[in-house]
C-alpha cells in the first residue's frame, strides 16, 4: 500500500508552467509505476502521463506531448509533472496514481491521490 499527495496546483495564465509533486509515503516507492491523469468538470478522467519504476519510458497523452513532461525521484518518493505552455483546456483536477503494472487507463492503477487543481486563465 502507498499513500500520494499531490501539490503544485494553482491558477496560473495561459502559457505560463507549474510543476506538480506527488509525494508517496513508505519505502516501497520504486515498485510502482506512477501516473498522472486529470478531469475536467462534466469529463471522465483521462491519461495524461506515466513513467517506469526506474524512471524511464515516459510515456505521455498526445494533448500533452511535447508541453508536459514526467519525472521521479525515488530517492525522495516524489514523481513531478512538469507543465509547460499551460492551455485553458489544461485546466482539471490533476491526480498522482500509482500501480504495480504499467498502464494507461484508470483502472490500471490501484492507488490515487487527493488531486490538485489547476486552472489556466485566458
Known amino acids: 500500500q502507498v499513500q500520494l499527495v499531490e501539490s503544485g496546483g494553482g491558477l496560473v495564465q495561459a502559457g505560463g508552467s507549474l510543476r506538480l509533486s506527488c509525494a508517496a509515503s513508505?519505502?516501497?516507492?520504486?515498485?510502482?509505476?506512477m501516473g498522472w491523469f486529470r478531469q475536467a468538470p462534466g469529463k471522465e478522467r483521462e491519461f495524461v502521463a506515466n513513467?517506469?519504476?526506474?524512471?524511464?519510458?515516459?510515456y505521455f497523452a498526445d494533448s500533452v506531448k511535447g508541453r508536459f513532461t514526467i519525472s521521479r525521484d525515488n530517492a525522495k518518493n516524489t514523481v513531478y509533472l512538469q507543465m509547460n505552455s499551460l492551455k485553458p483546456e489544461d485546466t482539471a483536477v490533476y491526480y498522482c496514481?500509482?500501480?504495480?503494472?504499467?498502464?494507461?487507463?484508470?483502472?490500471?492503477?490501484?492507488?490515487w491521490g487527493q488531486g490538485t487543481q489547476v486552472t489556466v486563465s485566458s
Open positions: 496514481a500509482a500501480t504495480n503494472i504499467w498502464g494507461t487507463t484508470e483502472s490500471d492503477y490501484d492507488y
Open positions: 513508505g519505502r516501497t516507492f520504486s515498485r510502482y509505476v
Open positions: 513513467i517506469n519504476k526506474s524512471g524511464g519510458s515516459p
